[in-house]
Nanobody
Framework: QVQLVESGGGLVQPGQSLKLSCTTA????????IGWFRRAPGKEREQVSC????????FYADSVKGRFTMSRDNAKNTLYLQMNNLKPEDPAVYYC????????????????????WGQGTQVTVSS
């Protein structure tokens, strides 16, 4: 299965920002709802955000609402997750995945509806 490729993770101090990227050379991301997820050590993977194909249905977990923003650059076939005001509870491996197109490009909270998971990018927040 074709995997998405995440990048942009790193080590930052609390309150700083990072911008993650999600891309692939194998299919057009604009045709899929794309979700961002994260898995912290010892925790279940959780959905952070999702953007529908129409950009009218964007989901953010309560824990990141107001701090994280998704955006698309269709010309570059890339989605971004801008993460501002990073907190000590944000460190995790962050993944992007494409939603099953049978759902019509809308965002689902069911992780089993997503595929093409990337290898992830590590985000570390430490003072």
């Amino acid at each position: 299965q074709v995997q998405l490729v995440e990048s942009g993770g790193g080590l930052v101090q609390p309150g700083q920002s990072l911008k993650l990227s999600c891309t692939t050379a194998k299919f057009t991301l604009a045709r899929y709802a794309i979700g961002w997820f994260r898995r912290a050590p010892g925790k279940e993977r959780e959905q952070v955000s999702c953007e529908s194909t129409s950009d009218e249905n964007t989901f953010y977990a309560d824990s990141v609402k107001g701090r994280f923003t998704m955006s698309r650059d269709n010309a570059k076939n890339t989605l971004y997750l801008q993460m501002n005001n990073l907190k000590p509870e944000d460190p995790a491996v962050y993944y992007c995945a494409a939603e099953n197109p049978r759902l019509g490009g809308l965002c689902s909270g069911d992780q089993s509806m997503y595929s093409n998971w990337g290898q992830g990018t590590q985000v570390t927040v430490s003072s």
